[in-house]
């Protein structure tokens, strides 16, 4: 039965992002928080996967090709849905505040599935290059779905706290801003920019200090700040790998 558990756990991240793209299609608005929540849990189980057939050491071709197709859907057509919607509701928003589209704003919507596209390219590269065995090159695909899984439940705390999240709800529902992050994260999945990955041999100091400093920064920076965090600890990341990836 153990050789079966990693690809159970992919099954599970495929069925989350599956149950993802029911929510955020669906025509109530809070859905889309659900959709987001299922990305969260679809992640914790790509994550899983991965770290248990290391401990069982079944790891497999098959398993390999079954994690990157789950990976497309929860990881590529997810996050391109979502920014598809957000991108939607981004006129509507820009004329109450007073801000004119240009024309044309009415197709901007169909942009964010340049994200679905770059994932898709990030995780065909990631099968086939040798050089991220140990590591990363290029922004590993969940990482840049929880930015975009961020901004709904972002959108949600700052109504419910106006008062502490006042300039958020223009930003991301400005659909310029929408399309520059959408531009920015398709080029950081395909970027050469070597990134530290999630992977202890051992869990000593030494050959590890790029992870635990990152794991307790944003554990502090999510209790703090929680879903606003998390564009937060994805730039971290970034950072810290950028000034010590050789460390790693």
């Given amino acids: 039965m153990k050789k079966h558990l990693p690809n159970a756990l992919t099954c599970l991240n495929l069925l989350c992002g599956c149950l993802a793209l029911t929510f955020i299609f669906s025509t109530r608005p809070l859905n889309l928080v659900t959709g ?54 981004a006129p509507a928003q820009s004329a109450a505040a007073g801000y004119p589209l240009a024309w044309g704003a009415d197709y901007l919507p169909y942009a ?7 994932s898709a390219l990030r995780l065909a590269k990631f099968n086939n290059d040798t050089r991220q065995t140990n590591s990363f090159i290029g922004l590993p695909t969940p990482a840049c779905t929880l930015v975009v899984a961020s901004l709904p439940l972002i959108l949600a705390a700052e ?74 600890v994805v730039l971290l990341y970034v950072g810290l790998s950028v000034a010590g990836p050789r460390r790693a």
């Avoid at 990157?68 to 590529?76: E, N, P, Q, R």
């Avoid at 659909?175 to 395909?190: I, K």
């Avoid at 590890?208 to 879903?227: E, K």
Wanted: aromatic content about 12%.
């Fill in 112 to 118: 964010a599935f340049l994200v679905t596209i770059f």
């Fill in 159 to 232: 109504s419910k706290r106006p008062a502490a999240f006042s300039t958020l709800i223009p930003l991301i529902l400005n659909p310029w801003a929408l399309l520059g992050l959408t531009v920015l994260l398709s080029g950081l999945l395909v970027a050469e920019l070597p990134l530290f990955a999630l992977k202890f041999k051992d869990f000593g100091w030494v050959g590890n200090r790029q992870r635990f400093l990152f794991l307790l920064l944003a554990v502090a920076l999510m209790i703090f700040l929680h879903a606003a965090a998390v564009p937060l």
């Fill in 36 to 89: 987001a929540y299922l990305v969260g849990l679809a992640a914790v189980a790509d994550f899983l996967d991965g770290l248990v057939a290391r401990a069982l050491r079944v790891s497999s071709p098959i398993g390999k090709d079954l994690d990157s197709l789950a990976d497309m859907v929860s990881f590529g057509v997810v996050p391109g849905a979502i920014l598809f919607q957000l991108l939607r509701l």
